[in-house]
């Protein structure tokens, strides 16, 4: 009992041609599996005439968004065009011309989603957005669906492939930032302006959504605390694997009992924690539940195929819900707003590095000056003890931000104290 | 809008136990999150009298299944009694009665899954078995839902949590066989009797589901071949690490042109693979998708609290389609059966250790005799080269079960070979 839907494409880039190549190349897997017969109506591309990645029939393509929006054919509006607008634009009004709309685009579902996805209700349509995190990886869905009655207490990971492809070229073959980047950007992993990539925003927005769905309320993208792998070091590297340590950029969401933490920045992690060994574009989240206890969703976080195929599955789940009448139900309920918790009021643990005047009493100042402000150490080791300097490697116990930053101003005023090479979150062991 | 369901309970063991807690002490959240308010009417035990994991109010307990099974109270039985019977017996007249049923019954649904999912669309009524594979790990639905337009080519993985704690602890202590057997029994890991476990059947009913499952054709128990890890030996375990690899359980089955091979049994993983850092009772699933590449699940497998939380994750998705009026729809539909292949057919690597006399030439017998066989070797070491006796280590290429065994039969008849000590398959590299 196969059922036909029609879909119109909102973009052919790089997603575009992974849906398209897999639902004309394995419809029959489809057919059999879902039992769903999909046919692409339409497609909107800026150029018809331009080079293409896959071989679309001519006929299909089109210049003018009305011939997809307003196309009675079309019961799925597939948006793949990628940035705010006119991405935005086009889905509110599929969505009120009572199309069920998949879309991979995290920017818009970020800082849009909570109102679309009541348009969506309203016009009793549905809105999947599987492909917004973590491209290929099922994420959102089993979050929603396997773990609906879990109390999720955290869920963390890598999120972003650009900046995990450099971090682990860094790690593995000793670069320095500005060398990955320009290899990174040659490979087509990172974009000609980086910047959403590397300073974090790509992955705040993907955390935004993440944490929205894990603890079913909504988190504004503005909340989510940022900082990027910029000031990521080669020495930064080395340092932290001398320790037993890699340098990852993770987005962390955890509940708390005041409210929900969510922040984007670069971590240490013990090298035997799992996400230790995620390497170069791969993604991998983990979720941390009070009955299932820690689970990770592992796979490649970009890419034409695989963000295709999380593209494919939301397109069958929308197909299903078509046929069986079941549109526009909310997979879960958003309880009311919980608080995000300003990061002052965020506990981490700190591994710190200063270049500091070598002498004997520096120890006892630098522990003293960290006490004052509430931060304990765990461990203090030296390294590179010469005439003018010598560097002091720290790891504090799980402090307030706002304490840290008392400790940071403390240190950077003291005379024996010439310098804070840098400072990086520890995550992975408590 | 929270609506109300209530469910009988099939056994209050571990599983059952963790079920009710969750529906219990987490009702709060299944309500807000899920919004379904599951209220238990019955639950079914050998003794009402006997000491419980869980406080349980008294009216509750029986032990006349009539109170579940005929109780118009319920709509949702759970069954976690294990074991065959009367567990099947009891999920077919729940069906027959018109309730759904959710079940973490490997051993049943590798069994009469087919019968009794075809049963239950008869009936118009769900049968989930979210929690029959991989514990706490969301596996089955997403294959069904997310990864419902994939052409699955591959799932494998860590699938038994007892023989995973007993390789790993065999590999962190050095300690063998016998002796991780008893920890493992002293610490509740092993049953009593562990046959099921080490003998890798508990793994094969797990693979038969998941394969059933991926390839959307009914894989019957018995085509599963299935070696446990009672010959390994702390030897064996060291000798792999030796070469850089690690010795896991494997469930393993892959669609090749002819058709798909399952098989259980020991495998040396490269000590890189994602699969080769799953230690101790976690398990690991990874699935090869024609366009979503490699993805790996990862969680707890077996527990109170992990697979409780399966289980729910089954009541809510089943309270949904009461609701909705959605009972009864495969989620897949089922391809006509996809040929199993003869395990002699099925092509792998091998690791093969031999003692042989220590004599110049008898590398080249070694070496003659496999290939005359047809098996092309890859790597061949030698160590502990004594007076009356040295080892071979040896690594294939990929080679057919049958011409293998042909290698292993020349060799044992070769006079220069004192014995073959170990074979094991080779995964994870090509």
Redesign the interface.
Known sequence: MVKKVGIGLLGLGTVGS?VY??LTE?GK??T?????DVEVKGILVRNPAAGRRVTVEGGLLTTDPERILNNPDISIVVEVLGGEEPARTYIERALRAGKTVATANKEVIAKHGVELLGLAREQKVDLLF?ASVAG???LL??LQ???????VEAVYGIVNGTTNYMLTAMDKEGLDFAEVLAAAQRKGYAEADPTADIAGHDAARKLAILASIAF?TQVPIDKVYCSGIEEITAADIAGARELGYVIKLLAIARRVEEGIEVRVHPALLPQ?H?LS?VDGVYN?VMVQ????????????GA?Q??T???V??D???AAKNLF?G?RG?PR??F?PGVPVIPLEEVETRYYLRLRVVPEPGVLGVVTRLCSQEGVELVSLDIKNWGQDSANLIIRTQRVKEKAFRGALAALRKEARVHEVESYIRLEGED
Chains 1, 2 share one sequence.
């Open positions: 992974g190549r897999i394995r897997t489809l059999q599996r879902a039992g769903v599987e290929g990886i099922p869905r089993p669906e396997s773990l609906a009655g879990e109390d079913n035997g799992p060994t991998a539940g009070w009955a299932v206890g820690t689970l990770m969703f592992y796979g490649a890419g195929m695989p295709g195929s999380a494919v599955g397109i069958i789940a069986s079941l139900q879960v309920g309880a």
